[in-house]
Every structure is written in structure tokens, then in C-alpha cells.
């Protein structure tokens, strides 16, 4: 069965410092998206992307994340100038249509460790 | 503003016994709704979905139906495993929505 794939499955980082995570979806969708989920608590949404541009994001995506499709495969979360509270596990996923009715296909996340 | 509510766990279950997580929802018109899983270590997998009313979801075992008149989608099990212990989310996405809101998760504990 397709998967997505997201690398590295952990990354420890200064605060302060910039961090790339890495998604490679399952290549004929169409739809890409980010969440994190802050240890214990509720998956959030992030940002979805399609047609190589944010189609929607959420108040947390601010001017510290972007994201991008730097080629046909790969989908990227860049994290500028890293805080504590942006320790999370964070999750790419994809859909062929748009949210509903199929559902996403999520990787197994990224778990960021900021310190 | 669209929400999910999903009773708060632990859920700690015997081998065996009838499953019951309730989840209700707020939202304007037709979303779907779905349950994903989450076993130790691991990412989110689809479990089930349902996208209308009186829709059955189904996978595994569990099973869930779309309530409009409740706006509810309470996930059931009849008989469940050390193996399906794991954090169970409910979720909705709003019709020509992009992203997902998820219920807070309630983890579900197995005994043999």
C-alpha cells in the first residue's frame, strides 16, 4: 500500500535554529498538508498546499513556517529561528481529493525536540 | 466555529468486551467524518469514514454511523483485542474544506 514518508523520524534542535522537515507523499496526490501534535494534546492543523501554493493555513502558520514542493516529490515544513513550545510531532500528509470524503494519508510523523 | 468532541479516556477495556467511543460534532452543512488510529510509535491511519448521513463506516471490526439528527459518529467494536489498544481520533472536514478538525483523542487500553 502507498505510503507517505516523512524524514527524520526525530530531530533535536537549539532553540534558535532553523529546521527542515522532510515529507515525500504518495505521488498521484494532489493535496498536501502539515500538523503537529503537541505531546498529549489535539492534532492541529497547519497548512494544506495544492497547485504549488497554501490553500489554506492556520493561525499558527505564521511568518516562522513555510512550506514547499521544491521538486516533483518531495514537500517540505521549514521551522525559522525554532522555540521551545514548538516541540511537537509533526505529520505531512496527502489526499488525491481535497479533505473529504477520501480522508488523508498520514506519515508517521516527525517528532521535533526543541532545547 | 466547526468542532469535535470525543469522550475522554483512558478507555480500559477486557479482551473481548463491547467498544464504545462517543464522538459529536459542530459544523455547518454536510461534513464527513471519520475515525483514525493511532497505535504506539506510530502516524495516523485511516480507520473509517462516512460521508453523509446515515452512512456506516466500517473496517476491522469497527464501525461507526453518521447521526445528522445528532451530530453524532460513535465509534463501536463487539468484541476487541490487546491489539487494538491504541488513541482513537474522531475528525470531520468540512464539505470543500482543506483541513481537518480533530477531537481531542481518547485512548483506548486492551487487558488480555
Known amino acids: 500500500e502507498p505510503e507517505v514518508t516523512q524524514t527524520p523520524s526525530h530531530q533535536v534542535t537549539q532553540m534558535g535554529q532553523e529546521v527542515i522537515l522532510r515529507c515525500v507523499p504518495i505521488?498521484?496526490?494532489?493535496?498536501f498538508y502539515w500538523y503537529r501534535q503537541i505531546l498529549g494534546q489535539k492534532v492541529e492543523f497547519l497548512v494544506s498546499?495544492?497547485?504549488?501554493?497554501?490553500?489554506?493555513k492556520s493561525e499558527i502558520f505564521d511568518d516562522q513556517f513555510s512550506v514547499e514542493r521544491p521538486d516533483g516529490s518531495n514537500f517540505t515544513l521549514k521551522i525559522r529561528s525554532t522555540k521551545l513550545e514548538d516541540s511537537a510531532m509533526y505529520f505531512c500528509a496527502s489526499s488525491y481529493l481535497s479533505g473529504g470524503p477520501g480522508g488523508y494519508t498520514f506519515g508517521s510523523g516527525t517528532r521535533l525536540t526543541v532545547v | 466555529g466547526n468542532s469535535v468532541t470525543q469522550m475522554e479516556g483512558p478507555v480500559t477495556l477486557s479482551e473481548e468486551a463491547f467498544l464504545t467511543i462517543n464522538c459529536t460534532y459542530t459544523?455547518?452543512?454536510?461534513?464527513?467524518l471519520f475515525w483514525y488510529v493511532q497505535y504506539p510509535g506510530e502516524g495516523l491511519q485511516l480507520l473509517l469514514k462516512a460521508t453523509k448521513a446515515d452512512d456506516k463506516g466500517s473496517n476491522k471490526g469497527f464501525e461507526a454511523t453518521y447521526r445528522k439528527e445528532t451530530t453524532s459518529f460513535h465509534l463501536e467494536k463487539g468484541s476487541v483485542q490487546v491489539s487494538d489498544s491504541a488513541v482513537y481520533f474522531c475528525?470531520?472536514?468540512?464539505?470543500?474544506?482543506?483541513?481537518?478538525?480533530f477531537g481531542a483523542g481518547t485512548r483506548l487500553f486492551v487487558k488480555a
Open positions: 498546499f495544492y497547485n504549488n501554493e497554501i490553500s489554506e
Open positions: 505521488s498521484n496526490h494532489l493535496y
Open positions: 475528525a470531520l472536514v468540512q464539505t470543500g474544506g482543506f483541513k481537518t478538525i
Open positions: 459544523a455547518t452543512g454536510y461534513p464527513s
